[in-house]
């Protein structure tokens, strides 16, 4: 029997998915156990894998299919005309780029990472510099090239890759608001800190092995029964039916696994509530990553600092690490996940002076994308705009301009998200606490199932069928109000 253009359509995009998942389980093992070694032909077998994906939206009969289901789309129903929409968009996107770009650009990207953790550990800009005007270059193109379909700006066509219908014009003033607003709320959370005690200090060290025990028992507890592995970078990855989660493990400081642990255990698990039926096909993928940190800030911030959590949470510490005393009472946890600090680290910042950590990227990304700043100046310029937003400068590069991996790795246009989400997680943390009203309890007993379950309801099982703007209308009542943002600090830090 014949397949109908849709039906080809969807065992098309099937088998895609498949590469994109054995990409995923790659990129994973090059981010956890690979040998530095194997660097050169890992970087051939993703490019490899990046331009068979990429190939397959290139293939003559997709835009055939296409056009014949669109001109028979009112014998599909409703999932089956969404995904048939985000089949085109794709396919419009792919067919913009050619192909030896998209692979020059995953092969460039690969060995561009891999120099970029020895550059980091050796401060050492001038090494990256070369490695890291390739990827710029190769992003400058694709930009162009999907800005030419797109009929938007430069950034913007990046920026589509990761949040779909978004435009800098659309969120810029608010960022642009947060960051005005910042130095008056951050002098007044100071001034607040300036008259409470500060937390009594974690004495390490804490064993790394312990330390990975307590983010897999924490990740189990929310629902995530997956792998949890070190990486320098944390991250959620792997493929479909096999979502894997890292953390970053420092025998010193345990609070960095903890909350990389909850956050990406927050991406987990609407990587697994994505709708089972569509789950090899473009409807069935995340939203966008806006909506996607949402999910991961729910639990990192919205519930990660919530003191029902953190009276709950204490004990759970002083077994996992079998310390006691006042430094691990939930009093003195509350001090120390309520500080506010002016750092350098974008990973390590709080709720409150993150999204500067995100304008700064935004803006100086922006620029050097658009052609108004060379990637020399990158450092200088990276200090002078942590002055300008935070009144601090890094002491040194590897807490300055080389601490992120997203842009050695390809990743431009992608630092948006972070705030964007932050701002639709306390949005939907105040729906579901008006939803569930006992929520704060279920918390405080490490109770997590209705949460999540509202979660999966309102977010994950909707995948792409609704736009970020349409997922935050069902679930709260209106869309991206940043005002509840600001109240969820004002309440939470004054």
């Known amino acids: 029997m014949t397949l109908s253009a849709y039906a080809a359509l969807e065992k098309h995009f099937a088998r895609r998915a498949g590469l994109q998942g054995a990409l995923?389980?790659?990129n994973w093992d090059s981010r956890t156990m690979m040998p530095a070694a194997a660097t050169p032909a890992r970087a051939d077998q993703v490019a490899a894998l990046e331009g068979a994906i990429h190939g397959a939206l290139l293939d003559p009969s997709v835009a055939d299919w296409l056009d014949r289901a669109e001109s028979d789309a009112s014998d599909l129903d409703d999932w089956q005309r969404a995904n048939l929409a985000e089949m085109r968009r794709e396919h419009l996107l792919a067919t913009a780029v050619p192909?030896?770009?998209?692979?020059?650009?995953?092969?460039?990207?690969?060995?561009?990472?891999?120099?970029?953790?020895?550059?980091k550990a050796e401060n050492d800009f001038a090494l990256l510099l070369p490695h890291l005007q390739k990827v710029l270059n190769h992003q400058r193109e694709i930009a162009a090239a999907n800005a030419a379909v797109l009929n938007c700006g430069l950034y913007d066509a990046l920026h589509e890759l990761y949040e779909?219908?978004?435009?800098?014009?659309?969120?810029?003033?608010?960022?642009?608001?947060?960051?005005?607003?910042l130095p008056g709320f951050l002098a007044e959370v100071e001034v607040v800190q300036a008259g409470e005690p500060k937390a009594d200090p974690f004495e390490g060290p804490f064993p790394v092995e312990a330390q990975r025990a307590l983010v897999q028992k924490l990740a189990g507890i929310l629902g995530f029964q997956g792998r949890?592995?070190?990486?320098?970078?944390a991250f959620c990855g792997g493929a479909t039916g096999d979502v894997r989660i890292t953390t970053r493990l420092d025998p010193d400081n345990f609070f960095k696994s903890l909350k990389s642990g909850l956050h990406e255990a927050g991406h987990a698990l609407y990587e697994m509530g994505r709708p089972a039926a569509w789950a090899s096909q473009p409807v069935g993928q995340a939203r966008g990553l806006g909506v996607h940190e949402s999910q991961s800030l729910t639990f990192d911030m919205q519930v990660g600092r919530h003191p029902r959590?953190?009276?709950?949470?204490?004990?759970q510490l002083a077994e996992a690490f079998d310390r006691e005393g006042d430094a691990w009472s939930a009093e003195n946890l509350r001090r120390r996940f309520r500080r506010v600090d002016r750092t350098f680290i974008r990973v390590d910042a709080d709720e409150v002076t993150y999204p500067a950590h995100v304008i700064l990227r935004w803006r100086l990304e922006q620029a050097l994308i658009e052609g108004r700043m060379e990637l020399v100046d990158l450092p200088e310029a990276w200090n002078q705009g942590m002055r300008d937003l935070l009144g601090i400068t890094p002491p040194d590069l590897a807490q300055g301009c080389l601490q992120d991996i997203h842009w050695p790795s390809g990743a431009w246009g992608y630092f948006p998200t972070y705030t964007l989400g932050a701002m639709m997680a306390a949005q939907l943390f105040q729906?579901?606490?008006?939803?569930?009203?006992?929520?704060a309890d279920q918390i405080g007993r490490g109770d997590f199932r209705d949460l999540v379950a509202w979660l999966g309801d309102n977010v994950h099982r909707w995948g792409r069928y609704l736009s970020a703007r349409d997922i935050l209308i069902r679930a709260t009542g209106k869309p991206l109000d940043a005002g509840i943002f600001k109240a969820h600090l004002r309440a939470r830090y004054l």
């Open 24 to 26: 995923g389980i790659l």
């Open 99 to 119: 192909a030896d770009l998209v692979e020059a650009n995953a092969r460039d990207a690969a060995r561009c990472e891999m120099v970029w953790r020895t550059a």
């Open 164 to 181: 779909p219908g978004s435009r800098a014009a659309d969120y810029g003033p608010v960022f642009d608001d947060y960051a005005a607003f």
């Open 228 to 233: 949890v592995d070190q990486s320098l970078h």
């Open 309 to 315: 959590f953190l009276a709950w949470l204490a004990p």
């Open 431 to 439: 729906a579901a606490s008006a939803a569930i009203p006992d929520l």
